[in-house]
């Protein structure tokens, strides 16, 4: 069973990037068979996807359409990882982010809690 | 957007019984390409990441308890606790992954009565 451990600051100045990264151990971020996503949590807002990175051949990604303009989510293959940055970051992006492997979400990364303030 | 819409936000229990949660999505999120609907639930205890239980709306993910199940297609689920134990206290959130954004409900918490 794949394993996901993150990485990253949990404190973001607004208007500057949110990163984080997330190590895969267990699989590959290159297999062609599963996908690596990017969710966070809030009170006001829920548990919500933020977008993924998969291999067919050639890398794609897919993006929540409330984010899609500040985010990329980048692979990795040399440290089999994988990365989100969320710019331009104000109050509102303040939630737990987490890393997950697959479309059902079959692996979660333990969380970061990432606030949002100067 | 799909809206995924869990009709209890909590439900009491008591330890041995039935729990039975419900999803409704706001489309259908099943494929006729391969007859599976894209619909998953997830348990999260207090402090802890989600945790799958069930995909596809009716396949237990390996290592889940047997008395954990899930049932329905389209539009209507159903995750199903067949006796409920103590460890079992969490709250439980179903998810499409059929389209983007894919999209959780808003969470039932189950508690012991």
């Known amino acids: 069973q794949a394993q996901l451990q993150q990485s990253g600051p949990g404190l973001v100045k607004p208007s500057q990037a949110l990163s984080l990264t997330c190590a895969i151990s267990?699989?590959?971020?290159?297999?062609?068979?599963?996908?690596w996503n990017w969710i966070r949590q809030s009170p006001s807002r829920g548990l919500e996807w933020l977008g993924r990175a998969y291999y067919r051949s050639k890398w794609y990604n897919e993006y929540a359409p409330s984010v899609k303009s500040r985010i990329t989510i980048n692979p990795d293959t040399s440290k089999n990882q994988f990365s989100l940055q969320l710019n331009s970051v104000t109050p509102e992006d303040t939630a737990v982010y987490y890393c997950?492997?697959?479309?059902?979400?079959?692996?979660w990364g333990q969380g970061t809690m990432v606030t949002v303030s100067s | 957007d799909i809206v995924m819409t869990q009709s209890a936000d909590s439900l009491a229990v008591s330890l041995g019984e039935r729990a039975t949660l419900n999803c409704k999505s706001s489309?259908?999120?099943?494929?006729?390409?391969?007859?599976?609907?894209?619909l998953a639930w997830h348990q999260q205890k207090p402090g802890q990441p989600p945790k799958l239980l069930i995909y596809?709306?009716?396949t237990r993910e390996s290592g889940v308890p047997d008395r954990f199940s899930g049932s329905g297609s389209g539009t209507d689920f159903t995750l199903t606790i067949s006796s409920l134990q103590a460890e079992d206290v969490a709250i439980y959130y179903c998810?499409?992954?059929?389209?983007?954004?894919?999209?959780f409900g808003g969470g039932t918490k189950v508690e012991i009565k």
């Open positions: 596809w709306a009716s």
């Open positions: 998810q499409q992954y059929y389209s983007n954004p894919f999209t």
């Open positions: 267990g699989d590959s971020v290159a297999s062609d068979s599963t996908a």
């Open positions: 997950a492997r697959g479309y059902a979400l079959h692996s």
């Open positions: 489309q259908s999120v099943f494929s006729s390409s391969n007859n599976k609907s894209y």
